[in-house]
């Protein structure tokens, strides 16, 4: 579903005009009652300057846990993290289809962890502040959900909402994360697209956001990480030092990156010495490196972007290679020493 490409003819004013007599409906009903926002945000009211809300739905748009772990390391670096508006997650989550843990002690249940969408007041490293929308990915109701997002665009006069996500590549983890850029203003783009004609793609509740925020005059971007399709069920750390950078250029933040990179280190490590022991491994991802090196320098010569007689390694292939690498990491054994992912 990640290969079927259309040409860019026409077929899109119907789609225009439709969201623009949505609109015009939507502009008639009163604000959103699927979100409570706090009346009075000090920080936020006494702040001048540009306002940028970044946004990570768990769900879809998540391989190698890249955008959440990066979600948890802005809260984690923030000196606090006050919620300033909370979605109401019993109109948008399917708790049969995602269903909280909750914790059963002997002979009674405790610790229900219960999903929460919220928005949060953060501050950089030198104590600009900044929005993050974080949480369970809506399972229904996109369409209220954005337009509750707006109503809190408008409340705390954001000038960018930033999207982070990720998916699985056919790419190699030796060479540099690549990612691609969207936006709904093609003023906001700084890189040239790397992809060619349209692709057609299963939606999410960010993307529909994105669109949205475009049809009500709203700017937003956002920032996809390639993951080695070999390493999606693993934490890949190195991801999310590569999206918060990303947040760091759009948003004119710093944000305190050292403990990040030390973990994306250390998965790098672990991989590494994985590779060292299997040689039939490292033979496949070596094979994977020759496919890029390949297309990189078709790239840059404008030349033919398919390498002659390298055929490109499956997921299939390297997951199942990578499954004892997984359960080694998963399981932690009777060894102290190997170290903790």
């Known amino acids: 579903m990640w290969n079927i490409f259309r040409s860019r003819d026409g077929g899109r004013e119907p789609d225009r005009e439709a969201a623009q007599i949505d609109r015009t409906r939507e502009d008639r009903v009163a604000k959103s009652k699927l979100v409570h926002i706090v009346d009075s945000v000090p920080a936020l009211d006494d702040h001048e300057g540009p306002l940028v809300m970044v946004q990570v739905l768990d769900g879809f748009l998540d391989a190698g846990n890249a955008s959440v772990r990066a979600a948890q390391h802005m809260v984690e670096a923030s000196v606090s993290a006050p919620v300033v508006a909370t979605f109401d997650v019993d109109a948008f989550h399917d708790y049969r289809a995602r269903r909280p843990p909750v914790t059963f002690a002997r002979d009674h249940y405790e610790d229900y962890e219960a999903p929460r969408l919220v928005v949060r007041l953060l501050r950089?490293?030198?104590?600009?502040?900044?929005?993050?929308?974080?949480?369970?990915?809506?399972?229904?109701?996109?369409?209220?959900?954005?337009?509750?997002?707006?109503?809190?665009v408008e409340r705390f006069e954001v000038d960018t909402v930033i999207s982070l996500g990720s998916v699985p590549m056919a790419v190699p983890h030796t060479r540099p994360m690549t990612l691609t850029h969207h936006a709904n203003n093609p003023d906001l783009l700084t890189v040239e697209s790397p992809w060619n004609g349209e692709l057609r793609v299963p939606s999410s509740a960010q993307v529909l956001v994105e669109l949205r925020l475009g049809d009500w005059g709203r700017d937003a971007v956002g920032f996809v990480a390639h993951i080695p399709h070999y390493l999606a069920q693993l934490d890949y750390p190195h991801a999310s030092v590569a999206l918060l950078e990303q947040v760091e250029l759009a948003g004119r933040l710093t944000i305190d990156l050292t403990t990040l990179r030390q973990e994306a280190a250390t998965r790098d490590a672990e991989i590494a010495g994985y590779l060292e022991e299997n040689a039939e491994v490292a033979e496949v991802v070596h094979a994977l490196e020759r496919q890029y090196d390949a297309f990189q320098r078709a790239e840059d010569e404008g030349s033919n972007l398919l390498a002659p007689n390298q055929p490109l390694p499956t997921g299939e292939e390297l997951g199942r290679e990578f499954e004892r690498f997984l359960a080694g990491l998963d399981d932690d054994g009777d060894d102290p020493e190997r170290p903790t992912p």
């Not at 600009?128 to 707006?150: I, K, Q």
Request: aromatic share 10%.
């Open 124 to 152: 950089d490293t030198g104590g600009t502040p900044y929005l993050l929308l974080h949480g369970p990915e809506p399972d229904n109701r996109w369409e209220a959900f954005a337009r509750a997002v707006r109503d809190v």
